[in-house]
């Protein structure tokens, strides 16, 4: 089983800047795509920005040049560094990663829990 765990959402102002975490755990072999997505209220979730194995990053028009995605593959950790913070970006982010277990030639896909970000002054 695989466990993924975020934190570092919270309550900012407009203009403000939030450093979210997602550590993945447990029977893992490899972490092939990692990322993050947001559901606001009221809408469907919808992508923030991904990072591959190979380094390729992918963002969302809505967030490109204020949030920038990285990893740790040490440390299988997903971060997304948030600037400029807007009031749309109030969402429950959730982390992914698709991954390889031990002890099968297939990748899963995992989710964590969500974390909320709310921005408002």
């Known amino acids: 089983q695989v466990q993924l765990v975020e934190s570092g959402g919270g309550l900012v102002q407009p203009g403000g800047s939030l450093r979210l975490s997602c550590v993945a755990s447990?029977?893992?072999?490899?972490?092939?795509?990692m990322g993050w997505y947001r559901r606001a209220p009221g809408k469907l979730r919808e992508l923030v920005a991904t990072f591959n194995s190979v380094g390729i990053t992918n963002y969302a028009d809505s967030v490109k040049g204020r949030f920038t995605i990285s990893r740790d593959n040490a440390k299988n950790t997903v971060y997304l560094q948030m600037n400029s913070l807007k009031p749309e970006d109030t969402a429950v982010y959730f982390c992914c990663a698709r991954v390889k277990l031990a002890a099968s030639p297939n990748t899963y896909d995992y989710w964590g829990q969500g974390t909320q970000v709310t921005i408002s002054s």
């Open positions: 447990g029977s893992i072999i490899s972490i092939y795509t």
